[in-house]
Nanobody, 114 residues
Framework: QVQFVESGGGLVQPGGSLRLSCAAS????????MAWYRQAPGKQRDFIAL???????GYVDSVRGRFTISRDNYKNMVYLQMDSLEAGDTAVYYC????????WGQGTQVTVSS
């Protein structure tokens, strides 16, 4: 069965950095586009970053230049490096198999606060 386990979140000050990890199981991610989403309190879950099977990355404007998505197909892992964090980045972060968008893990909480 397809499963995702996100980790690496925590409390960080504005301007700080975090690296999130996503361990995928139940399928081989190597041939698929993978993505990160986030859900802030009281809001819908929003797409923020995509990485294609060949390693090309794309981002929404709000995180472009600050976040970097990457992947390790041999470990079946997806990562999100987050730099210059802002209060508006506070959310639960989820990874996703982009073509399906129907399997979700527990997410990992990121809180940006001074």
């Amino acid at each position: 069965q397809v499963q995702f386990v996100e980790s690496g979140g925590g409390l960080v000050q504005p301007g700080g950095s975090l690296r999130l990890s996503c361990a995928a199981s139940g399928f081989n991610i190597s041939n698929y586009d993978m993505a990160w989403y986030r859900q802030a309190p009281g809001k819908q879950r929003d797409f923020i970053a995509l990485i294609t099977s060949s390693g090309s990355a794309g981002y929404v404007d709000s995180v472009r230049g600050r976040f970097t998505i990457s992947r390790d197909n041999y470990k079946n892992m997806v990562y999100l490096q987050m730099d210059s964090l802002e209060a508006g980045d506070t959310a639960v972060y989820y990874c996703a198999w982009q073509v399906t968008r129907k399997y979700w893990g527990q997410g990992t909480q990121v809180t940006v606060s001074s």
